[in-house]
């Protein structure tokens, strides 16, 4: 009697998926690669937009010229993910080639996706070494902040609400109250 063959997937890689963007596959679906998986992204509300919206206004203004902000746009956090977090803090070089592959600082705004945001790309975020992860929760008014990355996770999570302020890990002298960003 022959053995039922077991189904074998094999993930997509970033290079892959790069070529596929480049190529228009995805042109209208709103999608993301997360470990070797293309995976749907939310639909944004009005609360997630002006919460992306003044943070980036906020993070510009207080790092032009020394690092790269970049609103939802790719990061290659590794071979088999490239997330397009809501915020990402790069170091200031040139990306004309490829995403960035190190950030300093990312920021997912959630609605609907916090169990994502604090499971699945929390653990992505720290395996690839990103210092300092923030989680903006609109439900909960409040802003989760990870820092030092471990292998599957942060070791330290600090919550912030409105009324408190957030001092850059990589950028001491950068602090932003919670009340512009999140009413």
């Known amino acids: 009697m022959a053995t039922p063959a077991t189904e074998v997937t094999r993930p997509l890689r970033r290079v892959e998926y790069d070529k596929l963007v480049a190529l228009g596959v995805f042109e209208h ?25 003044a943070l980036t206004e906020l993070l510009v203004l207080a790092l032009h010229g020394r690092a790269w902000v970049r609103p939802q746009m790719s990061f290659a956090a ?45 653990r992505m975020y720290a395996s690839s070494g990103v210092p300092e992860y ?8 409040r802003v989760e902040v990870y820092r030092d990355p471990q292998h599957n996770g942060y070791a330290r999570c600090d919550r912030y609400e409105p009324g408190q302020s957030i001092q850059l890990a990589s950028f001491t002298d950068v602090v932003l109250s919670v009340s512009d960003f999140l009413k």
């Open 29 to 53: 679906e709103r999608v993301e690669l997360l470990e070797g998986e293309l995976v749907a992204m939310s639909p944004i509300g009005a609360p997630h937009h002006f919460a992306v919206t």
């Open 78 to 122: 590794h071979e088999l993910s490239e997330p397009e977090p809501d915020l990402a803090i790069v170091p200031r070089v040139d990306y004309h080639a490829e995403q960035p592959g190190q950030a300093l600082t990312i920021i997912e705004v959630a609605e609907s996706s916090l169990a994502y945001d604090r499971g699945r790309k929390l």
């Open 134 to 141: 923030w989680v903006v929760s609109i439900p909960e008014r």
